[in-house]
């Protein structure tokens, strides 16, 4: 019996999938640690390197349960012929409504009507617990203060053209959810081979210059791609998002165009350094919605990323067609179909 260590969230139908089909014996646990038996190692954010790959010599295959391995070292698995089974698109429907749903709060003020409320800027002192009323405006008995439902409307979706960087597997989603609420969808991506529904592909100067709300769906290991010089493009008042990566954009513009209004707002759900400290400048904005890093957070992830796993092992094991499952590094499957299709 094939000896598994698993340091990943399981669902029980993977479990029983391995155990009754692959014949695996799984040992769940927290830790990776050593192991001289174990031929597959299941992670999630555990870091497994090249020190972790030599305390597990028996080890044949890698199941990672993130769309990006980014916690394995994949030349140290590749040296060694370890195929790195992963889930590519397990959170894009998760970050895709998420993303939504930021625009919603942006665009509707949701956030920052609620900071109002809550630090009490729009309550008032009263005697009564009930003022008799002549309608349903929330309004202050000081005829001068601010009347909530005439400051703060915003646009609503089908008057709102929403700008995608980034065309992969979420921004083709958030795409989608997009166009079915009415919004305009405009995108820029010079890595697409082919069309995406719902979307107008234009340049990325037609990109910044023509999108109320702009949403960051692209990858980076270099210089950011939205900087200062990208960001005074973007029309006055416009709006940011970005449930992708940090390395994209440069935070320290994006404050500046914040604090001096030339941006109406911006929504963030990743940053160049997590946790955000306590004197984090961000924090000091009134226009911003901070979340931390809980796009991809939903109970509907595990599952979906069962459903990815379970195709790709049957793919890989059962039916021996490497091919037709998400391995990482692929120059890892000729030294594994070496070894034999089952670990």
Partial sequence: MTRVICVAPLIDSARLFMQSELGWEIDERDELGADSEAAVAIVEAAPLGQAQLDALPA????????GEPANVDLAAATARGIPVLHAPGRNAESVAEFTIGLAIVLLR?????????????????????????????????????????????????RSTTLGLLGLGAIGARVAG????????????DPHLTGEVPDVALVSL???????????????????????AAELSRMRPGALLIN?????????????????????????????????????????ELDNVVLTPHIAGASLDVVRRQWEILEAGLR????????????????EAIPAFDALGATP
């Fill in 177 to 188: 959810l997009a166009h079915a609420l009415g919004m305009q969808v405009i995108g820029h």
């Fill in 315 to 330: 793919a890989l094991l059962l039916d021996c067609q490497a091919g037709d499952a998400p391995i990482r590094n692929p």
């Fill in 109 to 157: 003020r949701i956030v920052s009507t609620h900071e109002l409320v809550r630090r009490r800027v729009l309550t008032e002192d009263r005697p009564e617990r009930i003022r008799p009323r002549g309608d349903v405006i929330w309004r202050a008995a000081d005829s001068t203060a601010t009347v909530p439902y005439r400051a703060f409307k915003g646009p609503g979706l």
């Fill in 205 to 227: 100067e037609e990109l910044l210059s023509h999108s109320d709300v702009l949403s960051l769906h692209a990858r980076s290991s270099g210089a950011p791609l939205i900087g």
């Fill in 59 to 66: 080890l044949r295959l890698i199941v990672s349960v993130r």
């Fill in 243 to 283: 449930t992708a990566r940090a390395t994209i954009l440069d935070y320290g513009a994006l404050a500046d165009a914040l604090r001096s209004g030339h941006l109406g707002g911006a929504a963030l759900d990743v940053y160049p350094d997590e946790p955000l400290t306590p004197d984090d400048p961000l924090l």
